[in-house]
């Protein structure tokens, strides 16, 4: 296989960057400049291992051990030991896109010249990257103050300990490295702390959920938007005027989103729509613009991340300091993602809703439960159920995980931000969302169904044009009392697929939004 590849230490690391290097291998590359700044920052670093001012980690020991100082001939065997001690993760492991990408975070990292890593080991995972030899970490034990405990699984694997997936095949890191043609290393000092007192799993996993959730949100306008033509809401309310006279948290560009999602929809003749709708219908700008807000606050939290130098402690290579930091404290990504998740409460909250007035024949002017049988036929009503089970779920999942700390390391470590925490949870809440929203879909095809059966001259928008043949390829619409939860299933399965998720991105290509897909750049 031959490895795509990208320049780091200059130009600015994006989300997209990430989720490129979780594919599979990858080529990175570093400027002359970008060399050159990292061998000074090393010669710093040695420059304070030979002498006798005392420097976090370099020449004291870590944690609440920081005040014993390490004999100079005792500085380089004690980075391996400290390793080797930090080795403390549990559970089961991450994924192994995560681990790529975090393996990817700390090579982007470490090339902000802010370590003083010896330039042999930086090297080395480099090349692990190109060639796919990935540290196996574990799902637990960050607390968002630094991943240590999982980033050390690394620095085990560069001295040919701990485990490793050489071509996605898990084997004991010193295998790995010599199925590939590499060797293990020796660390100098600091270089062990140099890798793993990072956020770089936080970062990988902050950046591959952001990419899901942009997926996530697209769906979601396209599926609402879809949902309006089956209720017979008004259109009007994605006006860009109305938008524009309180321009809220991204609500423009929501209103923009669902004015194409809806182009070409015979809601908007005269006459087809009623004035005023229920609030779930009529703040889709409003709700969905308070979610892209949060999208976009966690998204420019997360690259800032990606661009920094959060090591500890900090070389600092232009005056020849070393000092102490609290870089890695990853607060600002663990409220953002508390708050996308309160956000996304919220979006599938009114998402529930809508589901449940399409069902309702006084309100939308359908037949009862879209069923079109009548009588004592049941429709989706029993979906009902499923509908109220997700909702109370993810409102569970919208409590917030970032509040809470324990005192670690005989009160030295004492706050934390649990930020993978509040990723894990986040990810866990979006899976959820995703079946409101496949429900909804299958709402709202059955409904468009009904209406233009009545009707005879609907016309469906851009979405759902997209939305409606791809509900009907897997699911019948219903004419009889039947099982609705294995048509759900069906919608759910193909809702979610990659081809289905680039045609709803093809409905909103060229429209300026937090969640428009972009083109990756050919990386150099």
Same mark, same amino acid.
């Given at each position: 296989m ?25 080529r ?6 970008t060399?050159?700044?990292m ?7 040695d420059?304070?291992?030979?002498g006798?001012?005392?420097v976090?980690g ?22 391996e030991k400290?390793?080797r ?42 090349a ?34 701990g ?47 952001l ?6 949100l ?7 938007? &879809? ?5 017979? /809401? ?14 809220a ?9 669902? =004015? ?12 087809? /729509? ?6 779930? &219908?009529?703040?889709?700008?409003q709700v969905g613009?308070s979610?892209?807000g949060? &999208?976009?606050?966690? =998204?420019?939290?997360v690259?800032?991340e ?21 870089n890695?404290?990853?607060?600002a ?28 024949? =006084? ?8 069923s ?5 036929s049941a429709g989706?009503?029993?979906i ?7 909702q109370?779920e ?5 409590q ?34 995703r ?27 851009? /979405?759902g044009?997209v939305?409606?043949?791809l ?16 048509d759900a ?24 939004s937090p ?6 750049a050919?990386?150099?």
């Amino acid at each position: 296989m031959t490895a795509a590849g990208i320049t780091v230490g200059e130009r600015a690391i994006a989300i997209e960057d990430v989720v490129l290097a979780a594919r599979g291998p990858l080529r990175v590359s570093l400027s002359e400049c970008t060399r050159r700044d990292m061998a000074a920052a090393r010669a710093v670093v040695d420059a304070h291992a030979s002498g006798d001012v005392p420097v976090y980690g370099l020449n004291t020991g870590v944690g609440d051990a920081v005040g014993q100082r390490i004999p100079l001939n005792e500085v380089s065997a004690f980075q391996e030991k400290m390793v080797r001690a930090c080795v403390a993760g549990v559970g089961e492991p991450l994924p192994l896109e995560i681990c790529r990408a975090a393996l990817f975070c700390r090579i982007a990292a470490l090339a902000r010249c802010g370590a003083g890593i010896s330039p042999h080991l930086y090297d080395l995972m480099v090349a692990m990257l190109e060639r796919d030899v990935i540290p196996v970490m574990p799902s637990r034990g960050s607390l968002g103050t630094g991943d240590v405990v999982m980033l050390m699984c690394l620095a085990n694997v560069l001295v040919g300990r701990g485990q490793a997936w050489y071509r996605g095949k898990p084997m004991p890191g010193a295998a790995a490295l010599a199925d590939a043609g590499l060797a293990p290393v020796k660390l100098a000092a600091k270089d062990g702390l140099s890798v793993g007192s990072a956020s770089g799993v936080t970062c990988a996993m902050a950046a591959l959920s952001l990419d899901q959730a942009r997926s996530l949100l697209s769906a979601h306008v396209a599926t609402a938007a &879809f949902a309006c033509e089956g209720y017979g /809401a008004n259109p009007r309310i994605f006006d860009a005027r109305i938008a524009a006279a309180r321009p809220a948290a991204a609500q423009e560009a929501a209103a923009a989103l669902f =004015r194409r999602a809806m182009d070409g929809s015979s809601q908007y003749a005269p006459g087809a /729509a009623r004035v005023q709708d229920a609030l779930s &219908f009529r703040t889709l700008p409003q709700v969905g613009g308070s979610t892209l807000g949060a &999208f976009e606050a966690a =998204r420019e939290a997360v690259e800032i991340e990606l661009n920094a130098a959060a090591d500890n402690p900090l070389v600092m290579s232009a005056t020849g300091e070393i000092h102490s930091t609290a870089n890695f404290h990853t607060g600002a990504i663990a409220l953002a993602f508390d708050a996308l998740a309160i956000a996304m409460a919220h979006l599938a909250n009114a998402s529930a809703h809508r589901s449940m007035k399409l069902m309702s024949g =006084r309100l939308s002017g359908l037949p009862h439960n879209l069923s079109p049988i009548g009588g004592a036929s049941a429709g989706f009503a029993s979906i009902q159920m499923s509908t109220a089970a997700l909702q109370a779920e993810i409102r569970l999942k919208a409590q917030p995980a970032s509040l809470d700390s324990m005192t670690i390391e005989d009160t030295v470590e004492d706050v934390a931000p649990h930020t993978p925490l509040t990723i894990r949870k986040f990810n866990e809440q979006m899976d959820l969302v995703r079946w409101l929203i496949s429900i909804e879909a299958l709402l709202a095809a059955q409904a468009c169904d009904l209406r233009a059966s009545t009707s005879g001259d609907l016309t469906l928008g851009r /979405a759902g044009r997209v939305l409606q043949p791809l509900v009907r390829s897997v699911a019948n619409p219903l004419v009889e009392d039947r099982e609705t939860g294995p048509d759900a299933e069906a919608v759910h399965a193909t809702l979610w697929s990659p081809a289905a998720i680039a045609a709803i991105d093809g409905i909103f290509a060229g429209v300026p939004s937090p969640v428009t897909a972009s083109t990756l750049a050919a990386p150099t």
